[in-house]
């Protein structure tokens, strides 16, 4: 970890109000930092710029909702490096008042995340959902309107911040529900080789040429890389140039990735190494449940 001063080194921001996701992303993985709350993902990724705080905890994707798009965008402008991964099992849960109850509740205030991740369950409950910042946020505003009639979905943290009763726990539709996040930091802090299993991830746009794609990527194929994240996003309100952000298996001290790289940089007009970090234990711990039974014919 790069020398800063102890108050720096003891605080990471996260988007959103006490309470929310991000906040428990926080804890978990940082639990003698002091966790402080910005209100957009701009302001947290400003605040580890200026040093106001060592890291952030940005969500990048779940595994029900997909990206958080707002992330594609500011990374490459932001300057910042990734020095880690956490990934939160999100369990979201249904509060309102003190005496509501489901019979009361007719809307119900979340992140556009969370209202996406528990579509089964409101659809079911008959209840409206009605976009919102942050879902520690709309806890807040429930709290402050106290109309039995609104209810949030946010976290058992946020219910007790603000004094609210869950009506229903654990809403999400899949019981698989995480959230990714990156840890960024002002400086660069790779994992070494040897600290295990690590991920480089890194942003690359392609020559305009046909088959650019396929053959930037080609290297990763032939060197036996694997490529465990690759998505695509528009820059510059054009429909042409593409920004692609991926994720690898893998250090680019190792030589088959060393060489995977460089046949990326020939077909790119652009490549930019965002960080070098230990892969989370959540990884081989997912990969594990979802491998077959021993033994298992597959038919």
Avoid: W
């Avoid at 991926?246 to 088959?256: K, Q, V, Y």
């Amino acid at each position: 970890m790069s020398n800063t001063s102890h108050v720096q080194a003891s605080r990471i921001g996260y988007q959103g109000e006490p309470g929310a996701n991000s906040h428990l992303a926080c804890t978990e993985a940082y639990p003698d930092f002091e966790a402080v709350a910005y209100p957009t993902f701009e302001d947290a990724l400003a605040a580890v710029k200026s040093g106001d705080v060592h890291f952030a905890m940005i969500p990048i994707e779940n595994s029900v909702a997909g990206r958080v798009a707002d992330i594609h965008h500011l990374l490459p402008s932001a300057n910042l490096y990734i020095v880690g991964e956490h990934f939160l099992r999100v369990r979201h849960q249904l509060m309102s008042v003190k005496g509501a109850s489901l019979d009361s509740v007719k809307k119900v205030l979340s992140h556009t995340q969370a209202l996406g991740q528990c579509r089964k369950t409101l659809r079911s409950l008959g209840l409206t959902p009605v976009p919102e910042a942050d879902t520690a946020g709309s806890a807040r505003i429930v709290s402050e309107q106290g109309d039995p009639a609104l209810a949030a979905i946010a976290s058992k943290l946020a219910a007790e911040i603000y004094g609210l009763d869950i009506l229903r726990s654990d809403i999400e539709d899949e019981a698989h529900n995480t959230t990714r996040f990156l840890v960024l930091s002002k400086d660069p802090d790779d994992a070494e080789p040897e600290d295990g299993p690590v991920v480089t991830t890194f942003l690359f746009r392609v020559r305009n040429v046909p088959a650019a794609l396929y053959k930037a990527l080609g290297g990763f194929a032939t060197n036996g890389v694997n490529m465990t994240k690759l998505e695509s996003y528009q820059l510059e309100g054009t429909f042409n140039a593409t920004m692609f952000h991926a994720d690898i298996e893998g250090h680019p001290a190792d030589r088959p990735v060393q060489l995977a790289l460089e046949e990326l940089s020939f077909f790119s007009t652009e490549v930019r190494l965002l960080g070098t970090y230990v892969a989370s234990p959540y990884r081989a711990e997912a990969a594990r449940a979802a491998a077959p039974p021993l033994g298992a014919t597959g038919k």
